[in-house]
């Protein structure tokens, strides 16, 4: 199954001299049974986008906790899509998670399809949403825009031996 694992571009180098996408239990977004049945007209390629605009959303997230621990991180979202075997998957169940899987196992680079990341023409956006979060997550309707706006930049999509190049800007 293809799954968008939620990355930044620290994480993501991390994950490359690891060898793997780790540990254990991994969150990731995929095409589940229950995202099909919620989206009912979609193909294919419209449920993989909803899972990697979720796993963006995601990205987003790790990229403000790393900001807060001082992590120095481009204020750019990364999404790792792989294939991984059904069997390590546990899919959710709750509505609002419809696209939501857990990995029970960590993912080998090799696995890796592609790497979806932002253009660095979209970091002042990331950037403001970064800061926008903790006001969005209170119910500020303006910071819920600043935030929603992220989404306005479409990831640019890497095949893996760019990877490095990615990691070296």
Do not use: N
């Amino acid at each position: 199954m293809r799954v968008y694992l939620p990355c930044t571009l620290p994480a993501l180098a991390r994950a490359v001299e690891a060898g793997e996408i780790g540990p254990a239990p991994l969150t990731g977004y995929a095409v589940t049974p229950a995202l099909t049945e919620w989206y009912a007209s979609g193909d294919t390629e419209e449920l993989e986008y909803v899972a990697l605009t979720e796993a963006a959303r995601a990205s987003l997230r790790m990229l403000a906790a790393d900001h807060a621990d001082g992590v120095p991180a481009a204020s750019r979202r990364v999404v790792v899509a792989a294939e991984v075997p059904d069997g390590v998957l546990t899919m959710g169940v709750d509505l609002a998670e419809r696209a939501r899987v857990r990995l029970a196992e960590s993912v080998p680079m090799a696995k890796v399809a592609a790497v979806h990341i932002d253009d660095l023409d979209a970091m002042p956006d990331i950037k403001a949403a970064i800061a926008a979060l903790p006001d969005s997550d209170a119910g500020d309707d303006d910071a819920r825009f600043t935030v929603d706006g992220a989404e306005a930049h479409e990831l640019m999509w890497y095949a893996t031996q760019e990877i490095p190049d990615l990691l070296g800007s």
